[in-house]
């Protein structure tokens, strides 16, 4: 079957190579190729953009811990062992809580920074850091029945697998190792 648009003599544009769905082990063991003037692809600035999100996520859950910790602490299904009750306790486990909690959102961060600015070992700790985080909530999907919610786990999950598939791109690998020798 001839193709249309050459019997009307309109031209012909070309159509761009499709990967395949499937590709041989062997190609995709291929190291990518390391250029050290490679421009920043859009896989590294939306990986970080999308770490910043998550520290942003982070932030509201903080802050949300923070105006409700008199409920939480009401809660009789909280269990604080070795928990002082007194006000003056209950002080210091909200200042111990948000101080670790703002600990690992600067480190989260950090690490965002670094992803942008092409760091290879940055990347793949974010990388490790979201499959422990999604495997987290599979597993209190899977063994505790805990039910997959917007207000709950739904958004950190979703930034997690966006991330997930942002920076084990080819493109995001090359660009972070793109100093390296061959």
Do not use: C
């Not at 709950?152 to 190792?177: G, M, N």
């Amino acid at each position: 079957m001839k193709d249309e648009r050459a019997s009307t003599g309109e031209a012909q544009t070309p159509v761009p190579n499709k990967r395949p769905a499937f590709e041989p082990p062997g190609r995709l063991l291929k190291p990518t190729g390391y250029h050290p003037d490679m421009r920043r692809p859009p896989t590294i600035v939306a990986g970080s953009a999308l770490v910043l999100l998550r520290v942003l996520a982070g932030v509201a859950v903080l802050a949300g811990i923070a105006t409700g910790w008199d409920a939480i602490l009401a809660d009789p299904d909280s269990v604080l062992d070795g928990f002082d009750p007194s006000p003056a306790g209950s002080q210091a486990a909200l200042w111990f809580v948000v101080a670790a909690g703002s600990t690992v959102l600067l480190i989260d961060l950090m690490l965002a920074v670094f992803v942008f600015r092409g760091h290879n070992w940055a990347r793949v700790i974010v990388m490790i850091i979201a499959v422990g985080s999604i495997s987290t909530s599979f597993f209190a999907w899977w063994a505790q029945g805990q039910e997959i919610k917007v207000e709950t786990t739904f958004l950190s999950l979703s930034l997690d697998i966006l991330l997930l598939l942002a920076l084990s791109s080819r493109s995001a690998a090359a660009y972070a190792r793109r100093h390296e020798r061959r």
